[in-house]
């Protein structure tokens, strides 16, 4: 099956916004084993939308719409849709409930735009939207189809989730799995070089893609065929060969995270971990809590961004700042240590460095960031030498923060 | 003028990558007054390229292309681009000679990938990329253009700023302005409501969108015509009008973000803040210090997630705790003096809330989020009732952290 993909809005093609849903809905579909043909991005416009959508049709099955369903004015995508079918909008009541519902709850008034939100073209399938008001749609266009939902990346991809996915998933013929190996702490090079006789004895079903990222690689294996059993029992073959390889490097699976692999070793072991940080500014922290559940291994942290609060909450010494500087091993190791006594925790991570765009200096360049991991007793440090875009900085220190934690972790407890 | 944008690469279309380029063109050309009438992305694929072109000549009058012409890419773009034009490809020496020279100050090796860089279609005037290898190429086709670029954001960059926005800069007829309107603590139907006499006013050249985000609602005026010093002035006049009737909502205007206004607020008036955070886990301070400069004014924070650093760091009483919980104001009040007896600051924020999907309870469910901005005198505080998603608990609580603190700010400095 070949689908399109077309987003609806001026603000992406003034660069206002940039367009994440396609890429989001290309790696949902692609999962799926559905080829994604192009990726259409048109205005708020009648014509447009229409032209767009005869297009998308011609080399696709299915086309996903995002956009422009929004409560306001500039809405014109369902009148185009309507059109395109050359059908009327009617008012559907049940959308309606449910969208006064939802305001009643939240003690809030409606208002003639979510009216609007309301109508739908003639025989259009709704799909519940459980993240907003307006609910996506279903047409059919001879044996072919339009999916319309809102652009809003949350309820866009609740519906895909809930509805859309597991609707397309009972469809498809041909199967694909998908199994990632997820790697820290080296190189894509690397890893190919270490692997590649594995590869070289991959069946004709089965291919690999490197997906780097900072301090990361992800390893995508990809079977595709007809023989649902001998695909999966291949994949899980060659995972574990992979996986053997380079098992120091492996830390999780599919759509597992570092962070997400930290609460199963914390909690596994029964640990409680703290972070220190300087230039990550609470980064590191509010990583470890994306996680639902820390609170069951993670104590909390200082942000010691000023030098007085390094001395006054972490107990850094003055002569350590003046004689080493913020940015260097010894005021981590003392960060790491300081963090412990403040909190209870078992195992903390400090991390300290120059993230700026100004800061920098001969000796210390911005870029220059040095990580602490380690308990009462003992600790690991590393020196990470990132670029000069201060954004990256702070992810690419965030990363080796957790990949620190980690190795410290598993080698002490 | 109107332009279209078409990206080629496999990897954008199953969401391996997200197009940036897109947007970044789009700004560029309408700040140039160029309307952006459609960006389409397409495969490594040579029918397809070339149905894309056609498609995008329809409506535009000017193809950007991007991506395609990398050293590991089997050439099908150029090949597909000779073919739509119905010319061969040759190869352009002055090309290679550069490449030749780029490789022999870095000492590496040419490969044949890198002979194919240099062969062009015919009649393609060639634009320099001082960036990489493959440079850009501008062709003819009757009264219209294509542009191709490579797909390498920074290489792309570098051409379209050194060769070809300079030369559009001095085409231009028609001129388009944007004036982004950025708002916090209102609705979009709010703030539609508060303004539609204003709106209604509007000459046929100006007109507006909502774009909504969370806790916040920006409003994009644009204006299209010829006359460059009127349109100019009635941006300005309605942009005035609205933001005298809503002022109170009124933050910023144009790229601007609540975190650098923040630093705008913070530095005029020569104030420290701190942050002291449980259930956004450090996202605050996150936000704080990914401007650039934010030393200058952000002391530092507390991240306390356990209850035991609430009361050993912040100060926070144990009565409190117990007889109003974590997640109350009384605690949030106090977690904000306490930030700013440790940290030496003026001013700070507190936020304690149950970001879910676990902890909810009947009188304070998932989504109920205190927070409170003051200082060592007095306070705000907000109760944000959020939804049911983790993720997006923790957003909205983080910018409604940022709204209440430059509102606290405002207030009494």
Redesign the interface.
Known sequence: MNAAIMTVG???????????N???????L?DLGIS?????????DHK?II??LE?CLE?ADIVFMTGGL?????DITKKALADFLGVGLYFHQPTFDRIKAMFEK?G?KL?D??HDQCLMPEGADILRNA?GTAPGMMMKVADKRIISMPGVP?EMKSIMEEVVLPMLAAESDTVIFHRTILTCGAGETQIENAIADIVGDFPPAIGI?Y?PAIGQVRLRLTAKGNDKASLRQDLDTFTKKITDRISDLVYGYDGSSLEAELKNICTARGI?IA?A?S????????T???V????AY?????????N??KT??LGVSPETLLNYGAVSEETVIEMARGVIA???ADVSVAVSGI?????GTPEKPVGTIWICAGNTEKHITYLLKSGKD??LN?EAATTYSLILLRRFILDNY
């Open positions: 001026d603000e992406i093609l003034i660069g206002q916004i940039v367009d994440t396609s890429a989001w809905l290309g790696q949902k692609t994604v043909v192009r990726a259409l991005s048109v205005g708020d447009m032209n767009g297009q080399s929004g409560p306001t004015k500039d939240l809030r208002s735009h979510h993240m949350f893609a997906l409680f972070t940080e230039c990550t500014g609470g980064n590191v922290a509010a470890i809590v994306s639902p559940g820390s609170s993670f104590s909390g942290g200082t942000v010691a961004y000023a007085d609060i006054k909450t403040l909190s209870g993230a700026g765009p100004e800061g201060r954004k702070i």
